[in-house]
């Protein structure tokens, strides 16, 4: 092998795969570490051809489905959207890199991290335009298909559940560490109020962002495929178009008073990030000339579905509280692990975001 990944013995990899797949593999390199450790296995026939992804640290809690329901969801995808990578093996055995792991097709593209531009050769309005598009197309092709397939490998979960679970999460991390994120208690209750009622279920990805989309192609950005599939589940599709609209900012968004968040916190680095948030948004290249406004967004997902939507204020609402609750919950992993946490001040900042909303001062 001419390189290898330092997290596990990558011989006993070769091995496996070699009996497995009747692959010679020549190297491998870690992509990306958060709920899971991907890396990218090359063998003699191609550099890149496989993706191996193994659930970390993070992963283990009961919000995320199993690596075996993971690798289900990819089989079905396959058969119906094509919108997911290949998956080529699931190996249950924990013995050959310390857990058990997925083996997918890679695709070629580039990911939109949060809080970052899009590549530079897309920095154009026609480029924003075209992605901005392919993101709400897929997300809307998504939320179309046949959902009876996924009804014997996820679960059913309505805004309701979502919401009760986002405050169990919440209880857990206040009684467990000092954070006590003001505000958000009294947006739950205002969540609690407005559940919409006869909501449709679809297939939900679940985590529907920029960041787990890959845009690949030179000068016109082409959409390879979609990331990340352990949280899917079948639920009320407008739960992840508010997750993926939280994201975007419009002209006129307001810029909430930082003042107490940096009173509190003295990390430079954080308060230079939250500042850029502020201004700029979660995902900024949505506020740049050629990215269309929410408004547009949900048009073009209305037409693409043939659905309606209707109560945008709970659904963005709901967004901004389960992504601070899901913040709150890597603060208080950090703070376990004996790390210095710096989720606090976005918990907070997401806590002023969602107050925002449900009083009216966010337009939608």
């Known amino acids: 092998m001419t390189g290898s ?27 990306h ?36 329901r993971e690798f289900d969801v990819l089989q079905l995808l396959e058969e119906t959207t ?16 310390g857990a058990p792991f997925l083996l997918t097709t890679y695709l070629e593209g580039e990911p939109v991290r949060l809080g970052s531009y899009l590549p530079e050769r897309f920095r154009n309005p026609d480029a924003r335009r075209t992605v901005s598009g392919r993101l709400i197309e897929t997300l809307a092709e998504l939320h179309s298909a046949d959902a009876e397939p996924f009804e014997e490998v996820c679960e059913r979960r309505r805004p309701q ?8 999460r919440l209880e857990a991390v206040t009684s467990e560490t000092d954070l006590e994120p003001r505000g958000l208690w009294d947006v739950a209750d205002w969540l609690e ?59 006129g968004d307001p810029t909430p008073s930082l003042g107490d968040i940096e009173a509190r916190h003295s990390n430079d680095d954080v308060r ?11 995902a900024p290249f949505t506020n740049e000339p050629g990215s269309p406004s929410r408004r547009e967004l949900v048009a073009r997902y209305e037409e693409r579905t043939g659905f309606t939507v209707e ?15 899901v913040w709150a919950d890597v603060h208080r992993h950090q703070i376990e692990s004996g790390t210095e946490s710096t989720k606090e001040p ?16 966010f337009e939608l």
């Open 5 to 31: 990944d330092d997290d596990f013995d990558a011989t006993e990899l070769e091995s496996y795969l070699a009996a497995e797949l009747d692959v010679d593999v020549t190297a491998t390199e870690r992509l």
């Open 33 to 68: 570490e958060g709920l899971n450790v991907s890396v990218a296995i090359s063998t003699a026939e191609a550099k890149n051809a496989y993706v191996l992804r193994k659930p970390d640290k993070l992963r283990d809690t009961g919000a995320f489905n199993s690596l075996r």
């Open 82 to 97: 094509g919108a997911a990578p290949e998956p080529v093996l699931l190996c249950e055995d924990d013995s050959i890199v």
């Open 161 to 168: 559940a979502q919401l009760a679970h986002g405050v169990d």
């Open 193 to 251: 109020r407005n559940v919409p009622t006869g909501s449709r279920a679809t297939l939900v990805h679940g985590d529907y962002r920029p960041s787990n989309v890959l845009f690949a192609g030179d000068d016109h950005p082409e959409l390879s495929g979609v990331l990340d599939w352990e949280t899917a589940f079948l639920g009320d599709p407008v739960t992840e178009l508010g997750y993926l609209l939280l994201r975007w900012r419009d002209d």
């Open 272 to 282: 230079r990030d939250l500042r850029r948030i502020n201004e700029r948004g979660l």
């Open 311 to 325: 109560n945008e204020r709970f659904y963005l609402a709901l967004a901004a509280f389960l992504l601070a609750t």
């Open 346 to 361: 976005y918990v907070e900042y997401l806590s002023m975001i969602a107050d925002s909303i449900v009083s009216g001062d």
